[in-house]
């Protein structure tokens, strides 16, 4: 019991992006690890990050997070910066290589899925994702409608 305990507490979401995950199709997800100012540490364990709108762009075998918003933990304190500037990710060349090159093909994307923090270090899950067509995105409310009246007649009986 105190086990599942400590391995709760070891790996726990901040955040999760969840407009990618009704816009996109996931394919693939990976963890990566991101470069961060000790500030920026702290912004993110406060959850002052916004993942909406951020993606993922490969520049000289380097993979860079663009356009994801992370607020400044002290906003006084803090020195003048652009909170979406690009931040280097932490992957291996073999991942960098792979992502590339299915990222090149038409319609798949890399966009920033969840950001956790795994063993105290944060961590953030990056997808390779394919965009949804509008009625695949009826299709996703009506299956989580139908989920729910499921669940509420369940918790009825």
Same mark, same amino acid.
């Given at each position: ?8 507490? +070891? ?6 992006? !969840?407009?990618?995950?009704? @816009? ?12 961060? !100012? ?8 406060? &959850?002052?990050? =916004?993942? #909406? ?6 520049? &000289? ?7 994801? @918003?992370?607020?400044?933990? %002290?906003?006084? =304190? %803090?020195?003048?910066? =652009?909170? /979406? !500037?690009?931040? #280097?990710?932490?992957? =291996? *060349?073999?991942?960098?290589? *792979? ?14 899925? +969840? ?18 067509? %509008?009625? @695949? ?5 009506? /299956?989580?409608?139908? @989920? ?6 369940? *918790?009825?009986?």
């Amino acid at each position: 019991m105190a086990d599942s305990h400590l391995f709760q507490m +070891k790996l726990m979401e901040i955040t999760r992006n !969840k407009k990618a995950f009704f @816009d996109y199709e996931i394919l693939e997800m990976i963890e990566a690890g991101i470069l961060l !100012k000790g500030y920026e540490t702290k912004s993110i364990r406060a &959850n002052k990050i =916004n993942l #909406k709108g951020g993606y993922v762009t490969f520049r &000289n075998e380097e993979a860079w997070l663009e356009q994801v @918003d992370i607020s400044p933990y %002290q906003p006084k =304190n %803090q020195p003048e910066e =652009n909170t /979406k !500037k690009p931040r #280097k990710l932490l992957l =291996n *060349k073999r991942e960098i290589v *792979k992502l590339v090159g299915q990222s090149e093909t038409p319609g798949l994307t890399v966009v920033p899925l +969840k950001v956790i923090l795994n063993h105290n270090r944060i961590k953030i899950i990056i997808g390779l994702c394919r965009g949804k067509k %509008q009625f @695949d995105k009826r299709e996703t409310i009506k /299956k989580r409608a139908t @989920d729910r009246e499921l669940r509420r007649t369940v *918790k009825m009986r």
